[in-house]
Every structure is written in C-alpha cells, then in structure tokens.
C-alpha cells in the first residue's frame, strides 16, 4: 500500500475546490488520503452519511481530480472513520412510533440565524410561534428561492418546540409526504397515514410546490390541513413561490395558504452577507480578515447556502496548502465564482431607462412622485429585478434608499400595468432585449452611468 504523496493530494483538493461548485459541503475539509495503490486512491470521510454523500454526488469529481493530479487512470473509494459512539448533544425526537426519529440539524437553530430585511419577518413569527404554537400565524406559509434559509427556520422552530415541552412533531419534505401516501395506499394502510400526520400539536411541510399536479395527495392534504387547523394544531410550510404562484394547485389549498401570515424571504443584501460569513466562519472556527469577509459578501450575492460553500473552498485550500487565509488566497478559492463583468449591472438598466425616458439619475433617485418620474423608477426596479442578482433592498438603495417594501410594490405595479398596457409591455421586452443583448458591454455602460452620477452630484 502506497501513501499519497502530499502534492498530489493538494493538487487533488485545487481541482475539487474549483469544479466542485454546489457538490461541496463543509466537513471536505476533514477528508483524508489513505493510499493510493494499483490505481485505487482510497480517501477517509467523517461517517458513514459522509460516505454515502460521496459515493453518491462527488465520486466523479474527484476521480476527475484525481487522473488530472497524477496524468494516470485512478478510481476513487471513500472509507468512514472508525464508527464511533453517538454524540450525547445529538439532537432527536420521537413524535411516532419506535425508531422512527425526527432529525434536526445542529446548525440550524435560531441563534445561528442571520436576520436582515431580507428575512425579519419570517424570522420573527418562526419565533413567536416557538413560544405559542396553533396560537399565532397559523398556518404560516415561507417562500423564497434555494438557500435562502427557509429549512432553517423550519427546523428552529422545531427544535424550539421540542426544548419547551412534549410535543407531537411531523416534520417531512413534500416529496416525501406524497411518496409515503402512495406506499400506504398501496399497502391498504390509509387509515395509518391519517392518523400519523392529524394527530401531531405541529406539521412542517417542506417544498410544497411539489403538491402541483398531484391531485389525490392535494386532497388528502387538504383534509389533513382542516383536521389540525380547526383543533389549533400549528401548521408550518415552505415553498419557492407564493400559494397563488403554484401551478395546478386546487384553488381552495391556495386560500388556506393564505388563511394565515405569508412571509417571502429574499436575497440577503451586502450587510446581511458580511454577518452571514462572520457567524459561519466564527462556527467553524475559521479566521477570516476583514478584507476576506468584504470579499467573500461582495462575490457571492445569492444566498447563505453558497456563502457557507465558499467557506469550505477557502477552508480546503487553506488546509492543503497549509497557508493562513488571505486576500490571494480566497481570490484563488472562489476564482470560478467571482461575478463576471459580462452580467447586466443596475448602472445599465438605469443608463437605458433614463434614455428611454428621457429623465435623469437625479431624478430617479430624488422624493418626486410625478408619473412621468415615478413609471421610469419603477421599471428599473423591476429590469433590476428581473436581469440582476441584487434584493429588494439593494434594489432600493439605488434609488435614494428606498425600502424593499417600495421596491416590492413597484414590482407589482409594473406587473399589472404590462398586463392591460401593450406599450409598456413592447418597451420591457425591447429594454430586456437591448440589456441581454449588451451584457459584453459593461465599461462602455460604467462610462456612462459615472458621467450621469457626475451630473446627479452637481445637481445637488
């Protein structure tokens, strides 16, 4: 049996970290080499979930990386550490019969939750019901993109639950409720699967999207929803869109969605990005300078769950190479993910707007309410929102520092007014158009969107 020879796994965990992309989690950093022997490379992981994640969704990267590090045919396997005892703090429930555990995340309480205007609402009735559940917004309907931190909150107030008290939980995927339907009608055990999920004190429904085009779980969903709805049972669920929003859902789920609070949770602004990467990193135990922090936050402006993958590159890097966090070094880390220039910028969609229009940057940006002001503002919020990255909130603070509220409602307003003005919906398509069309031309935009800042600050 060989030893891996320290420069090839380090070559190995360069590759991994800049073609791994959402394949990357945080205990990468604790992988280790066994050996390399007739052309096996075999690598030690945390456990056996560890292994079954790599088996599964990182063999081919890192036999990729592997044949790329030493130029030969190499296979990978993944070995876990010595099984060891489970920790005592693991965090589990019993809310059924014996053996079947409700698993909870250690990281997702609510003090490892980040709150910003992206998410206070969400956030703050998560908690409120912690403290009273089926009392308050009930049932309580989250929405918002991938990663943006919603299974968190639903797993909190879980967690929350269960420290307050005895407490009957059911909490699943929506995948996983229709599948477990399916096996019970199958198996003649309906009356079972009823009684499972109208008998618990709080059901948590994650990804309810996926109820679309599902009409017999819709309607034993629909029956369950009354059940503990009118015994005061708490009702929880997370969607990546709004009731209203979800394709061929029965019309009376969409109003009982709404019967409750519907709090949207959006992309985290710069702010809310830079205490996302101090909290993960301070978890972790990862010294970051200030200049990394502002780097990582300024890079990646989607959500929290990328965030957290940058971390692990940085970290993985770092490791290997056995060299202290830097500026270089996270550059070299999150090269692939960098923003690229060729992405349309809100400078070009107000540069095209004002021309458009014919109004000016100080204009856009001043307290005046006028329509021929105020339709221009809101169609850059909406091409803002519609071509860029930004939230709500940085959306506004281009525009005199508008709240995400302001924001959200010149979204809507645009919305219905393309719908029954056929002009203003030729204007947006062509300004979408000329905008895709002229993402390689971001300096020649910058150019011009400073000369109009020039013109706003002389104006004030």
């Known amino acids: 049996m060989t030893t891996l020879q320290p420069h090839i796994w380090q070559q190995i965990i360069q590759y991994v970290v800049a073609n791994g992309g959402q ?51 190499v296979s990978v396997c993944f070995l876990p550490q010595s099984p060891q005892p489970p920790a005592p703090e693991t965090f589990a429930a019993n809310p059924f019969a014996q053996g079947e555990l409700l698993l909870l995340n250690d990281d997702y309480t609510f003090e490892n939750f980040v709150t910003g205007p992206c998410n206070r609402l969400a956030h703050a009735a998560c908690l409120a019901i912690s403290d009273s559940p089926g009392k308050t917004y009930n049932p309580l309907f989250i929405y918002g993109s991938a990663g943006l931190g919603k299974t968190h909150l639903l797993q909190a107030v879980c967690r929350s639950v269960l420290l307050r008290g005895p407490a009957r939980i059911a909490y699943v995927s929506c995948e996983s409720f229709i599948n477990m339907l399916i096996e019970a009608i199958q198996l003649g055990r309906l009356h079972e699967f009823r009684y499972r999920y109208r008998q ?14 599902h ?27 709004q009731p209203g929003e979800i394709p061929h859902l029965e019309e009376r789920l969409v109003s009982r969605f709404n019967w409750g609070l519907v709090a949207g949770i959006d992309r985290p602004g710069y702010e ?26 300024g890079v990646i ?21 056995e060299k202290e966090v830097d500026l270089a070094l996270a550059q070299e880390a999150l090269g692939n993910t960098a923003r690229r220039t060729s992405e349309v910028a809100i400078e070009q969609i107000i540069d095209s707007v004002c021309r458009r229009f014919g109004v000016r940057l100080a204009d856009l940006q001043s307290r005046k309410r006028t329509k021929s002001i ?87």
């Open 23 to 73: 394949i990357l989690r945080p205990w990468f950093s604790q992988l280790q080499p066994i050996a390399l022997d007739h052309g096996l490379l075999e690598i030690q992981v945390p456990g056996a979930q560890e292994q079954a994640y790599c088996r599964q969704h990182a063999t081919g990267l890192f036999t990729e990386a592997a044949q790329a590090a030493t130029g030969r045919l």
């Open 200 to 213: 618990v004190d709080v059901l948590v429904i994650d990804d309810v999207q996926f109820l679309s085009n």
């Open 215 to 241: 009409e017999q779980t819709q309607e034993e969903f629909f029956h369950t929803f009354n059940t503990l709805y009118q015994a005061q049972k708490q009702i929880i669920l997370s969607c990546d869109r």
């Open 272 to 297: 809310t990005r830079v205490a996302i990467v101090r909290k993960k990193a301070a978890a972790r135990s990862l010294s970051l300078p200030e200049d990394v922090i502002c780097f990582i936050a």
């Open 301 to 321: 402006e989607s959500n929290a769950r990328e965030l957290e993958g940058a971390l692990t590159r940085i970290s993985m890097l770092s490791q290997v190479l």
């Open 374 to 460: 105020c339709l221009p503002r809101q169609v850059c919020m909406y091409l803002a929102r519609s071509l860029t990255r930004h939230s709500l909130e940085e959306i506004g603070g281009y525009f005199g520092g508008r709240d995400h509220t302001t924001v959200l409602h010149s979204l809507r307003a645009v919305e219905g007014r393309r719908q029954e003005d056929a002009a203003l919906h030729s204007t947006l398509e062509q300004l979408s158009q000329e905008l895709s069309q002229s993402r390689m031309a971001g300096p020649v935009a910058g150019k011009s969107m400073a000369s109009r800042r020039s013109e706003s600050a002389a104006i004030k």
